[in-house]
Structures are given as C-alpha cells and as structure tokens.
C-alpha cells in the first residue's frame, strides 16, 4: 500500500473515532475533597478502595475514625463476602466446578446522616473448572480470580463514587 492511501485510511479512522464520541475513561473527578471509610481493617478491598482514592489526587482519605465527622461522605461498608459454590458434578458425584463470588455492600452518607447512596450490593462471579490432579494451580487461579473481581468491583464503586453530585 503507498503511504498517501496509509495516510487518508488512518485519518479516516481517527476522524470516525473522534465523531462517534470515543473517549478514554480519564481520572473521575469527586464531589467531595475528604472520605472516611467505615470497614473490617484487614480487608484487601478496603485496603485496595483506599488506595484507588487516594491517587486519584483530588479527596483525601481519613483513616482514623476519630476524625470521621471532619470527612465530608463517610462510606460504611457493611458487609463483604468470598463465596464459592459447587456448581457441576461429574458422574461419580465429584465436582467438576465451581462458581466464585464477591459480594459488597455499602453505603455513602454525610456525616450528619443524610443518605447519598443508599444500602447498595455489588457481586462479581466467576466460573472455574476443578481438576483433583491439578488442585495447587487451580487454588492459584483461585486466588487471581478473586482478586480481578476485588478489582472490578473497587473500579465500580469509583464510578458510583465520582456520579454523587451534590452533598
């Protein structure tokens, strides 16, 4: 192909682009500049929420609970849960798979109790294969499944957090 012919085909897919309204997802932008979240201290999603948060550069994360009330939105995470569920049997009754899930939910207010985003559940549910003779790589896909479905639901809660308009 001669490079002019290159040159109109990619502008032309960059112009396609352009007009349909394709835009990367940019950094979220919050209605708030101070968060407390109210949660088991050893969770990885907490851990893991805290972080997203606090790079995102515009909201400061309080940890202490003694300075909550200084935080404009406090989130109370009210329960979170790893399940794992049989969901197939071979002939001889042996499971041949499962089915993981997370389950969180939540909740965000002000400090005074005015409800923002009211008692909400998000799941995130994988399927995975069970193999008796390959039990140590499937407990490690295990382990990376969860963590992808921690990961996608902390990329949820960012968008619900960052769609709060007015306090």
Do not use: W
């Amino acid at each position: 192909m001669n490079t002019p012919r290159r040159l109109f085909i990619s502008a032309g897919a960059a112009a396609a682009l352009a007009g349909c309204g394709f835009r990367l997802r940019g950094v979220p932008s919050f209605a708030f500049n101070t968060i407390h979240i109210n949660g088991p201290e050893n969770s990885p999603l907490l851990n893991e929420l805290r972080q997203q948060i606090g790079s995102s550069g515009s909201v400061q994360v309080i940890r202490e609970a003694a300075r909550a009330p200084e935080a404009q939105v406090v989130m109370d995470l009210i329960s979170e849960q790893r399940e794992k569920v049989v969901v197939g049997l071979n002939a001889s009754g042996q499971v041949r798979e499962f089915q993981l899930r997370v389950r969180l939910k939540f909740r965000l207010r002000t400090p005074q109790g005015k409800e923002l985003i009211p008692e909400t559940e998000l799941l995130q549910q994988r399927d995975i294969s069970f193999n008796e003779s390959a039990v140590l790589s499937k407990e490690a896909e295990e382990g990376l499944l969860y963590r992808t479905m921690q990961s996608e639901i902390v990329q949820q809660l960012m968008r619900r957090l960052a769609a709060v308009k007015a306090l």
